[in-house]
């Protein structure tokens, strides 16, 4: 392992020089390079592209989903939330018309809601299943 701290020849007025390419013969990265590399792959990896629904059905997989409601009101039914326990998603409309947002089988939005809309483009909700039969409010965007 390379000694700590640096040398200085990595580092000019504050700001960081290219480290060395390679390592002496069987060394890798310093273990605090590597735990931040791992890090970054588990971080880049929970960010998920937006998934988009333009018509009535099933919500996608995905943390992010987006109603496309410029044809029409589109509705997206909650996977049953004993099957998604811990699963966060935000949810947001683009269009002129209604996002709905309904329950699976016997599950609540909330204490007690069975659907909940998003009535303005651009309103959104982020909805964490948090029991066998419950999907929680976590934030409302409107």
Sequence with gaps: MPTYPVPNDHF???KQ???PSTYPAGE????FLND???RATELESGIST????SASG???????VVL?????????TLP???????REVFITRSGANNGIVQRAGADTIGPAATSVTLAADGDGITLVAISSTRWARKAVVS
Excluded at 68 to 76: E, F
Excluded at 80 to 86: E, F, N, P, T
């Design 12 to 14: 000019a007025g504050g």
């Design 17 to 19: 020089l290219n480290p």
């Design 28 to 31: 890798g990265l310093p273990d």
């Design 36 to 38: 931040l590399n791992n």
């Design 50 to 53: 937006p998934a988009t629904l």
């Design 58 to 64: 099933a919500l996608p997989a995905g943390q992010v």
């Design 68 to 76: 496309a409601t410029a044809s029409g009101a589109v509705t997206a």
């Design 80 to 86: 049953l939330a004993a099957d998604s326990l811990g």
